[in-house]
């Protein structure tokens, strides 16, 4: 299939729209996010290497038909990509997206990319069998203004939030006692499929959880921020009982002049539930990454949680900073 442009394009001089050229688009496409990230109050900040990576292998979208680029008089304002999921639960997901230039916005350049984003998902989807429901979802930060009221207007409906939280110091961290029977430690190079694999079985019941594939674990191997000796990993004999993966992003802290880990990966396998485990678990990533010299945590989390993340989170002093909405509609 040949790549065309599926909308009306505004009427701009010097405006044209084009696909992916391959890697040497990856030094746009980060500048692009950073800069609108920046303008969307979004703490982001990405390389040309960050985005190879993201690249490196994915699953359900096709770059040489799935990506879209805005350019104006030669410079690129604006890129986006669309992409489909389909949930343990059933449904389809199928999800348009796009970064868009502040020197690019207010001139009809998103409606006509997400108009395009659009028809290309539904061409995706037509091939699709019809034994499961199949919506369009974005989402966007709620400093994101712009973007709410595009997605209003093309008929997307709010269904789901969640929260960028931090805990804006490290000092007078609370008592966590781990349950009995278990222990902490770093796992092995040979355990690493394990505590993958762990970490999928326990979110299976979460909302809008998604079969893992390969590409996701290698990109698991080679998260750019990986050190297992932060992480905290619960063990029962040889089976993983739950687990937090911090991070420390010291470039996104340079970026932004602060010293920020991240208690992310957060999960706990259902025999293991209801005991304490999933907070003594944060506690002892919070003194981790104070140890390492952060002054500050942050984690993000869906509100709609059934297990009760917002509440653990905020008990061990964590603070909504950020809320996010994602929306839907039915696909056409």
């Not at 999928?200 to 594939?213: I, L, S």
Request: hydrophobic content about 40%.
């Amino acid at each position: 299939m040949a790549w065309s442009f599926l909308a009306e394009p505004p009427p701009i001089p010097g405006l044209f729209f084009r696909g992916f050229l391959g890697e040497s688009d990856y030094e746009v496409m980060a500048g692009l996010i950073n800069a609108a990230c920046a303008a969307d109050g979004v703490d982001r900040v990405e390389t040309a290497g960050d985005v190879a990576r993201q690249y490196a292998g994915l699953d359900n979208c096709d770059p040489s038909t799935d990506m879209v680029f805005a350019v104006i008089h030669g410079r690129p304002v604006g890129y986006g990509r669309v992409t489909w999921w389909q949930e343990h639960a059933g449904p389809r997901r199928y999800l348009p997206f796009c970064f868009l230039h502040p020197d690019g916005r207010g001139r009809g350049i998103g409606t006509a990319m997400l108009a395009h984003n659009e028809a290309r998902l539904r061409q995706i989807a037509a091939g699709h069998p019809e034994d499961q429901p199949k919506h369009l979802e974005v989402f966007h930060a709620e400093s994101e203004a712009a973007a709410a009221a595009l997605y209003g207007g093309f008929g997307y409906r709010p269904v789901l939030h969640a929260a960028d939280m931090v805990r804006p110091d490290l000092e007078d961290l609370p008592d966590a006692l781990l349950p009995e029977g278990l222990i902490v430690r770093t796992p092995r190079d040979e355990e690493m499929r394990a505590v993958w694999e762990a970490h999928q079985e326990a979110f299976r019941d979460h909302v809008g959880a998604t079969p893992g594939t390969e590409n996701d674990y290698a990109r698991f191997l080679e998260f750019p921020w990986n050190d297992p000796t932060l992480w905290r990993v619960a063990w029962d004999g040889d089976r993983i009982a739950g687990q937090v993966r911090s991070f420390i992003d010291e470039q996104e802290n340079a970026g932004f002049g602060r010293r920020r880990g991240y208690t992310e990966f957060i999960s706990v396998r259902r025999p293991y539930r209801r005991r304490g485990l999933a907070r003594a678990l944060l506690v002892q990533s919070l003194e981790a990454v104070r140890d390492r010299g952060m002054e500050e945590a942050a984690l993000g989390v869906l509100t709609e949680n059934l297990h009760g993340a917002l509440r653990l989170y905020e008990s061990v002093g964590f603070r909504v900073v950020r809320l996010w909405t994602t929306l839907r509609k039915p696909i056409a």
